[in-house]
C-alpha cells in the first residue's frame, strides 16, 4: 500500500521526525498511556483532525472544537506524552504531527493476534455454506 504524501506545500513531518526507536519503545513499555490518551473523544477528535490535515497549529486545532485553547493545549499535553502526536516549531508556530506508530504497536501485540482465528472460522464457515448450497 503506498505511503500518502503530504499535500502539495505541505511539509511531510512524519518521516522525518515520528518513527524513531525511543517513541516505538515507550509505546511497549507504557501501552497505558496510549490507552488513556484514546479513551477521551476529544483527543480522538484531534487525532482525527490531524490525519485529515497534519501539521496544524494550536489556533488550527482549536477551530472546530467546542472548548478554550488552555483545554486543548492540555488534550495535546497527554497525546505527546503518549508519542501520538510530535511538535515542531517552523519560525513562531507550533506544528502537531500525527505519529502512528504507536498504534500500530497497539494493534500487533493486542488487536491483530485476534484477527486470524476469526478469520479463519468465517472462511470455514463459507466454505461449509457453499458447500450444502451445492
Known sequence: ??????A???L???ALYCISY???DTCMKHPDLVFKALADPSRRK???RLY???GQTLGELCEHLAMKRQSVTQHLDVLEAANLLVTRWRGRE????LNPVPLQAIYERWIS???KPRLHALHDLKRRLEGELQ
Do not use: S
Open 94 to 97: 507550533k506544528l502537531h504531527f
Open 22 to 24: 525511543m517513541q516505538v
Open 113 to 115: 493476534k485476534f484477527e
Open 1 to 6: 500500500m503506498p505511503v500518502p504524501r503530504a
Open 46 to 48: 484531534l487525532l482525527d
Open 8 to 10: 502539495p506545500g505541505r
Open 52 to 54: 485529515a490535515n497534519d
Open 12 to 14: 511531510d513531518m512524519q
